[in-house]
Every structure is written in structure tokens, then in C-alpha cells.
């Protein structure tokens, strides 16, 4: 039994290298980004096996699907997007559940900033003077 969760623990920490090597690899590239870090997200849910977690997160996809690309515009956000998952997938292993919730809460609320702030750059951008085609007379 111990050995069981051992076993399991050991597993699940070469799977999330692995997808973290994959997100440190395409940390440069904003769509690389994207899509590895949703499969790290993927793969912690799978772990987790929450139930009510997962039915949650399946009734949200396709409002994150749809931001998610917001939050992976700037290189900035995604070297700080590496480094929490890099603390998310420490802590697994760990079995630190607590410190494992709080990096992701971390993580959550740092994407969600950087969404809102990028969000807010691109409204302005179209409803800025030059979007709408008006001229100012002098």
C-alpha cells in the first residue's frame, strides 16, 4: 500500500517533468506556451481526480479556452507562468496539498491580472482614435 503510493507518486512526478520540460522548452513561443501549459493543467487535474474540481472546470472550458490566449500574450507573463507551474509541480511530489492549492491559487489569480491588463490593451486599441477612423481638426 505505501509502496503502491510511492509507486503512483513516482509516476505522476515523471509525467509532469515531462510536460514541464515541454513548457520550459516553448516558454518563447505564445501558442507552445498556451497549449503545454493547458496540458500541465490537464495532468494535475487528472491526478487530483476531484470530481466536482473537474465538473467545474468542464463547465468553464470554454470561457478559459477563449481568455486563455490573453493571459500567454506577453514573455514576461509566460517566464512567471513557467516559474508557478514549476512550484505547482515541486509541491506534488511533496505531498504538500497545501502549498500544491496555493501556487495554483497564485498561478490562477496571476493569469487572471494578466488577462484583465491585456484585455484592457486591446479595448483600447479599438476604441482608440485611429480605430474609429475619427480626425481630430486643428
Known amino acids: 500500500p505505501t509502496s503502491d503510493i510511492a509507486a503512483g507518486m513516482y509516476a505522476y512526478t515523471g509525467v509532469l517533468t515531462?510536460?514541464?520540460?515541454?513548457?520550459?522548452?516553448?516558454?518563447?513561443?505564445?501558442?507552445?506556451?498556451?497549449?503545454?501549459?493547458h496540458a500541465i493543467h490537464i495532468e494535475i487535474e487528472r491526478i487530483a481526480d476531484?470530481?466536482?474540481?473537474?465538473g467545474v472546470l468542464a463547465q468553464i472550458?470554454?470561457?478559459?479556452a477563449r481568455y486563455r490566449r490573453f493571459s500567454n500574450a506577453s514573455p514576461?507573463?509566460?517566464?512567471?507562468?513557467?516559474?508557478?507551474?514549476?512550484g505547482?509541480?515541486?509541491?506534488?511530489?511533496?505531498?504538500?496539498?497545501?502549498?500544491a492549492?496555493?501556487?495554483?491559487e497564485e498561478h490562477v489569480l496571476a493569469a487572471h491580472r494578466a488577462?484583465?491588463?491585456?484585455?484592457?490593451?486591446?479595448l483600447d486599441q479599438s476604441t482608440g482614435p485611429a480605430a474609429s477612423g475619427s480626425r481630430h481638426r486643428t
Open 50 to 54: 476531484h470530481v466536482w474540481a473537474s
Open 115 to 122: 488577462t484583465v491588463a491585456q484585455l484592457e490593451v486591446s
Open 18 to 37: 515531462a510536460l514541464l520540460q515541454r513548457n520550459e522548452a516553448l516558454a518563447g513561443l505564445a501558442a507552445g506556451a498556451m497549449e503545454s501549459g
Open 88 to 99: 505547482i509541480v515541486e509541491a506534488i511530489p511533496a505531498a504538500d496539498p497545501a502549498q
Open 101 to 104: 492549492g496555493a501556487r495554483a
Open 61 to 64: 472550458e470554454g470561457q478559459l
Open 76 to 86: 514576461d507573463r509566460r517566464t512567471s507562468a513557467l516559474a508557478e507551474h514549476r
